[in-house]
């Protein structure tokens, strides 16, 4: 087995993808691996031509950036101790293509990653990023789901 010395996780800030930061931080840990922590603004929906009030598009988007920077700092400052092997992105775009791009720029050994546990019509329509990371990621891939509770 090749060792693990990049280890890329994407987090949305959900719970599922908290679960699935825990076993990227001690799988980099163990490892002493490089931890990358990226979370991918989905592309915005053009909003040019509707009414949205005090705001323009590009100040709404700058919004969100800034959103999602905040947010970043405050889930690492909170969850990663002592561990200092590590760098953050912020990227615009779809999820599952930029998560596979940047594994593929950072030479990433492992992605981590959480999954919804989407079933039936909602796979269907809005199918599954990890999923999607799975057929098209170049390294492994870690799944991790939330335990269902009884």
Same mark, same amino acid.
């Given at each position: ?8 996780t ?26 990358t922590?990226?979370?991918v ?9 509707? &009414?949205?009030?005090? %705001? ?6 700058? *919004? =969100?950036?800034?959103? !999602?920077? +905040?947010?970043? /700092? ?11 092997? &590590?760098?953050?992105? %912020? ?6 293509? *930029? =998560?596979t791009?940047? !594994?593929? +720029?950072i030479? /990433? ?10 079933t039936?019509?909602?796979r ?13 990621? !170049? ?12």
């Open positions: 087995m090749t060792p693990f010395t990049k280890i890329l994407a987090v949305d800030f959900s719970e599922n993808s908290e679960s699935a930061f825990d076993y990227a931080l001690t799988l980099a840990a163990n490892f002493d691996a490089e931890l922590i990226i979370h603004i989905n592309e915005p929906v053009d909003l040019r031509g509707f &009414y949205v009030p005090h %705001i323009s598009f590009v100040e709404l988007e700058k *919004e =969100i950036e800034e959103s !999602a920077a +905040r947010m970043m /700092a405050e889930f690492c400052a909170a969850r990663l101790g002592d561990f200092s092997n &590590y760098k953050t992105e %912020i990227i615009t775009g779809i999820p599952h293509e *930029e =998560i791009a940047t !594994a593929s +720029r030479n /990433a050994s492992l992605i981590v990653i959480g999954t919804h546990g989407r039936g019509l909602d269907i329509l809005f199918g599954s990023t990890a999923e999607r990371v799975v057929r098209s990621a !170049a390294c492994p891939v870690l799944t991790v789901r939330l335990p269902i509770v009884p």
